[in-house]
C-alpha cells in the first residue's frame, strides 16, 4: 500500500558562476515535514536508498492471519487503516544552478529516493495446517511484489524528475530558474502520486482473482515436484 511520500528540495545557498566553485547546499522543504541529510551521490542517474523492516503476526487459522495483519499491519496515512503491507518513501532533490551574465540555468540536479518496506512477518505454529501453510506463502509473496513495484513506480519518476530539471533552458534570472525547477517537481511528483494511487487501484480489484491464480500456480510447482510441500 502506497504512503504518500515526503519531499525535500535540496538547492545551493547562492548560485555560482559558470566555471566558479559550487557554493554549500541548504535544505529547502517542499510540501511535507521530514527532513533527510544524504551525502554527495553520483549525478548520472537518480539514487534508490531502501531499506526492509518486519511486524510479526501469530494464528492458526486463515481468519487468525487475517485478523492479526489487520490489527498489527502499518497504517496508511491516505486511507487512515492498517494494511498487510506499506511503502514509506521521501524524495530529496539536489539542484545547483550557473549564472551568466545574462542567464541563469540548472548546472545540475540529483534525485533520491529514500523507501522503507514495510511486511508482515508469520510465526508459523509448529503443527499448522498444510492449507493455511500454503495460502500464507502465496499471499506474502504477493504482498512483497506489491510493495516492490511501489518503489520501481517511484524510482521512475525520480529518474523521469532529474532528466527533466537537467533538460531545463536557462532562465534570466536564477529566482525564475529556481520557480521553473519547483514547477517541474510539482508536475512531476503529481504525476508519481497519480500512478501510486493507480497501481493501488488495480491491485485491488484484481486481488481475488490474482491469488486464485498464483495458488494454483503454486500447487502445480509442488504438484511437479519444483517446490517444497
Not at 56 to 84: A, E, F, N, W
Not at 168 to 182: E, G, H, N, S
Not at 202 to 218: C, P
Amino acid at each position: 500500500m502506497y504512503d504518500p511520500p515526503r519531499i525535500n528540495s535540496v538547492a545551493s545557498a547562492t548560485a555560482v558562476k559558470q566555471g566558479g566553485r559550487r557554493g554549500n547546499m541548504t535544505k529547502r522543504p517542499l510540501r511535507y515535514a521530514l527532513m533527510l541529510a544524504f551525502a554527495a551521490l553520483p549525478a548520472d542517474a537518480a539514487s534508490l536508498v531502501k531499506t526492509y523492516s518486519y511486524f510479526s503476526i501469530g494464528g492458526r487459522t486463515l481468519d487468525d492471519i487475517g485478523t492479526q495483519l489487520t490489527k498489527r499491519g502499518p497504517q496508511v496515512k491516505s486511507t487512515g487503516m492498517r494494511h498487510p503491507g506499506a511503502t514509506q518513501m521521501a524524495f530529496t532533490t539536489r539542484v545547483s544552478y550557473a549564472q551568466k551574465s545574462n542567464s541563469c540555468g540548472i548546472a545540475d540536479a540529483n534525485v533520491i529516493v529514500k523507501v522503507k518496506v514495510i511486511l508482515p512477518e508469520w510465526r508459523r505454529p509448529r503443527k499448522a495446517d498444510v492449507g493455511v501453510r500454503l495460502f500464507w506463502d502465496t499471499l506474502s509473496a504477493d504482498i512483497k511484489r506489491h510493495e516492490d513495484r511501489h518503489v520501481e513506480i517511484a524510482k521512475n519518476h525520480a529518474r523521469e524528475l532529474e532528466d527533466a530539471l537537467k533538460a531545463t533552458y536557462p532562465q534570466k534570472t536564477c529566482d525564475m530558474a529556481k520557480a521553473r525547477a519547483a514547477e517541474i517537481t510539482a508536475a512531476i511528483l503529481a504525476k508519481h502520486d497519480r500512478a501510486q494511487v493507480q497501481f493501488d487501484r488495480v491491485e485491488t480489484i484484481n486481488f481475488e482473482s490474482r491469488i486464485l491464480r498464483l495458488l494454483r500456480y503454486r500447487m502445480e510447482r509442488i504438484e511437479n515436484g519444483r517446490l517444497p510441500g
